[in-house]
């Protein structure tokens, strides 16, 4: 039976970046024979601005027929005036909850090709493969209670709070074991233990998973030292695991180790396999609409896609070489441009990955 393909292409640079992204799945289904169905939903500022909401609950729907579902990005400054309610960014937040997707794994690996347009020297990235594990339903991004008050002085007050229960950290902190296990078995779970009780209890639990797992190193780092330390010498880590803003913060860090944050993919996934696929950027409204954007996250996250929820890993490999291969050709979009090399658009990087996909 055929799988289906939700595919949310979002605001900002999001429709640009699908764009290619879906021509690589269409090659696929076309030459390669991947049984697949697409459809395409509203979400974020572009399902507000159509339906009132940011995710409707025909995505929401739509989303849970699904077998996988790619996003491009939401938000944008168009709809930063609107209650924190219905911002394009709680559609996001929104379907993560909705769907379970508590697993989110964002690789950071450096393509040699690419060596020379990390901000840091090549001998620091050269080889980086690291795979970060943030948790993604719970947190501070979820904790109640929240919101802003008003003091009696007159004086607003404003709130969140981090909430973990041990299973939710038990789960994630397994999650990254696996994976640790069929890599390099390092693990380094990131708390701020020293100042917030809610990660003290985080590193308990990640200390007890880790019995579970005599194999792999376990190691724990504070937030700020790790966020220094994947500057300094990022290929001390091998898998990293931690909170939900922690990611959040830390792998927008580790995208530029590996030259520009459009290069980084992400898998979200829930317990059972089923996934939604993105880059780890944003909308990127300072570039939006020129057609400049780097699609290659994208494209990508859909070799995750492949791999984690479509049990295709040898199409996952084709797509990855197919990348591998507009590299080698020196197509660069601006991000990744260095010299010596061909500075091109959106469009054609797409296309340079799916003709290499179609030629092998
Ligand atoms: P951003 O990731 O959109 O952009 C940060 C910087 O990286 C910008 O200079 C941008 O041009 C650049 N960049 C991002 N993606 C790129 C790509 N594919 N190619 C080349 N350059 C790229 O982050 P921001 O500016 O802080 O946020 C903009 C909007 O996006 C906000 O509304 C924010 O809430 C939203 N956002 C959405 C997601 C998501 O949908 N997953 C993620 C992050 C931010
Ligand atoms: C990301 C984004 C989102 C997050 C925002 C847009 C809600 O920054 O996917 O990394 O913080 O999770
Ligand atoms: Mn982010």
Known sequence: M??????LPGDGIGQEIVTGAVKVLACLRD?????IEMDEALIGGAAYDAAGHPLPQ???????????????????????PLDISVRPEKGLLGIRKELGLFANLRPAILYPQLAGASTLKPEVVSGLDIMIVRELTGGIYFGQPRGIRELENGEKEGFNTLVYRESEVDRIVRVAM????????????????????????WRDVATK????YPEVALSHMYVDNAAMQLVRAPKQFDVMVTTNMFGDILSDCASMLTG???????ASL????????????GSAPDISGKGVANPLATILSVAMMLRYSLNESAMADQVEKAVNSALDQGLRTPDIYSE?????????MGDAVVKALREG
Do not use: Q
């Not at 696996?178 to 209890?201: F, G, H, P, Q, Y």
């Open 31 to 35: 030459d390669f024979g991947l049984d």
């Open 178 to 201: 696996d994976i640790a296990m069929k890599r390099n078995k390092r693990l380094c779970s990131v708390d701020k233990a020293n100042v917030l009780e809610c990660t003290e209890m």
């Open 270 to 281: 829930d317990e059972h396999g089923k996934g939604m696929y993105e880059p780890i950027h």
């Open 260 to 266: 520009s944050i459009g290069m980084l993919p992400s």
């Open 209 to 212: 998973v880790g019995a579970d």
């Open 2 to 7: 055929s799988k289906n393909i939700l595919v």
């Open 340 to 348: 010596g090399t061909e500075k091109v658009g959106t469009e054609a």
């Open 58 to 80: 025909a995505t929401i729907d739509l989303a849970k027929e699904a077998d996988a579902v790619l996003l491009g990005a939401v938000g944008g400054p168009k709809w930063e």
